[in-house]
């Protein structure tokens, strides 16, 4: 028997949408990592706005920062004005930005989601370097408006759209160690991955006009939770800076903490020329922005207008996370957390090796689900168990458990849990996984 919140969704949502079909509930209250649901029951939430709420459900901060809007009668639209709650907001982003990066950085505020700061990073970088071409990466995920999905590394979404989408876009191999593109994986796989790179970029046969920019998502997270490595990050740094292409780093997902450092591309300690931020900067509110080198300021006023990119909410739920995120120092913490998590999916794999691989950073972790019975690929590697993905994430729900699926065929279960998660939360989610992955193996 559905509750009739879900059948009126039924009957007038679009089934398009795919959280609602996979996660059939209808949510009521939420605190920390917890959410309710009409009949009562509560859920532990490790999908998070997919990693929007990077300090949970209705964090004390969050709703004072709220609150304080309101009571003082601030602006709650302002166009692009400046007011002292965006002026502290901007001062606390460049705060924790990287000083090698925030020296010589403008920001542009871009709208209420990822997507529009996609939109406008693409813009930006074209006029800047007067070239149109850009660069993106096998299972990639930018966002859904026709320049976004234009660099979408998925055919899925754009295959119904074809000849509307941008056709300057040329696709490069992810460093996606367990099924490694060249077959190779570590370290070889890295260096090959790089070299590729660069000879399509140097060979006057090959074909590649030279692009404006390179955009790569530091941790692909609907792509698979796949992190690209360290060396591989550095190498793409230097072949782009050498060829005066602008290297955008796509944090929507894998910024503010996430990944065990404030941003993720601090983990190589490289520069990029422009950084997306979106999900966990408007603490649950809708807010997208992307910072850039100086040289990249080539816009003249008009270049790029919009209405909702003035959202004093968001900037003072933002700021206000972004502080705690600081001053507690979560990326530590969510470093430790992850740590946690991890070992204990390792100590699951000695006994169910439908566990292919399990990986990610900080508290963006994703396990790939194979099928042990099935032929090994190149690498070794049994192929993906799409079926025993959904089965487990089944599982999970009936059990309070609330996760999504992402990568190549849907195989990958992510856990993206808030940030503030305690260790024996933690271990509550895991042990919650694990009664639930019997279950489906049964
Ligand atoms: N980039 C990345 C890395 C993302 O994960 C997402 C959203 N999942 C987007 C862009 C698009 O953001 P939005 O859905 O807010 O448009």
């Known amino acids: 028997e559905e509750n009739p919140l879900l059948q009126r969704q039924k009957q007038q949502e679009s089934n398009a949408r795919s959280y609602p079909r996979r996660i059939p509930l209808a949510l009521k209250r939420a605190r920390g990592i917890h959410v309710e649901d009409v009949e009562g029951r509560t859920f532990i939430d490790c999908l998070a706005g997919a990693g929007t709420l990077a300090l949970g459900h209705n964090h004390p901060v969050v709703v004072e920062a709220i609150h304080k809007v309101l009571a003082d009668e601030l602006p709650l639209h302002t166009l692009d004005l400046t007011t002292p709650v965006k002026d502290a907001f901007v001062q606390d982003l460049f705060a924790v930005l990287p000083p090698a990066f925030a020296q010589k950085a403008k920001i542009q505020f871009c709208g209420p989601t990822g997507t529009d700061a996609v939109e406008a990073a693409l813009k930006l970088v074209r006029t800047a370097t007067g070239r149109s071409n850009v660069l993106a990466f096998q299972g990639g995920y930018h966002g859904m408006s026709q320049g976004a999905l234009s660099l979408m590394g998925s055919l899925g979404p754009k295959k119904a759209l074809g000849g509307i989408l941008a056709n300057n876009v040329q696709f490069l191999p992810f460093?996606?160690?367990?099924?490694?593109?060249?077959?190779?994986?570590?370290?070889?796989?890295?260096?090959?991955?790089?070299?590729?790179?660069?000879?399509?970029?140097?060979?006057?046969?090959?074909?590649?006009?030279?692009?404006?920019?390179?955009?790569?998502?530091?941790?692909?997270?609907?792509?698979?939770v796949i992190p690209a490595q360290d060396a591989w990050l550095r190498g793409l740094r230097e072949i782009t800076a050498r060829q005066g292409i602008a290297l955008i780093i796509d944090e929507i997902q894998s910024g503010f903490a996430r990944t065990g450092r404030m941003f993720a591309f601090e983990h190589a300690s490289i520069v990029p020329d422009v950084v997306v931020l979106s999900k966990a900067i408007g603490g649950s509110l809708p807010l997208s922005v992307m910072v850039y080198?100086?040289?990249?300021?080539?816009?003249?006023?008009?270049?790029?207008?919009?209405?909702?990119?003035?959202?004093?909410?968001?900037?003072?739920?933002?700021?206000?996370?972004?502080?705690?995120?600081?001053?507690?120092?979560?990326?530590?913490?969510?470093?430790?957390?992850?740590?946690?998590?991890?070992?204990?999916?390792?100590?699951?794999?000695?006994?169910?090796?439908?566990?292919?691989?399990?990986?990610?950073?900080?508290?963006?972790?994703?396990?790939?689900?194979?099928?042990?019975?099935?032929?090994?690929?190149?690498?070794?590697?049994?192929?993906?168990?799409?079926?025993?993905?959904?089965?487990?994430?089944?599982?999970?729900?009936?059990?309070?458990?609330?996760?999504?699926?992402g990568g190549r065929h849907g195989c990958v279960v992510r856990f993206l849990p808030p940030l503030i998660i305690t260790a024996e939360q933690v271990d509550e989610v895991a042990e919650r996984f694990a009664a639930a992955l019997k279950a489906a193996v049964q």
């Open 175 to 224: 460093p996606y160690d367990f099924r490694c593109p060249f077959g190779l994986g570590g370290q070889q796989g890295v260096e090959v991955g790089l070299r590729y790179i660069e000879n399509l970029l140097t060979d006057p046969e090959g074909g590649v006009l030279p692009p404006a920019a390179i955009i790569v998502e530091a941790v692909q997270g609907e792509g698979g």
């Open 293 to 405: 080198q100086d040289w990249l300021d080539q816009w003249q006023p008009g270049a790029h207008a919009g209405t909702f990119r003035g959202n004093q909410m968001a900037m003072a739920a933002g700021s206000a996370v972004i502080r705690f995120l600081d001053q507690e120092n979560i990326p530590a913490h969510a470093a430790a957390m992850g740590q946690r998590l991890r070992s204990h999916l390792h100590s699951l794999q000695a006994d169910y090796p439908h566990l292919g691989d399990i990986r990610g950073r900080g508290l963006m972790l994703g396990v790939e689900v194979v099928d042990p019975s099935g032929t090994r690929d190149v690498l070794g590697h049994a192929p993906a168990f799409t079926k025993l993905a959904s089965f487990i994430q089944n599982e999970c729900l009936k059990r309070g458990l609330i996760l999504e699926l």
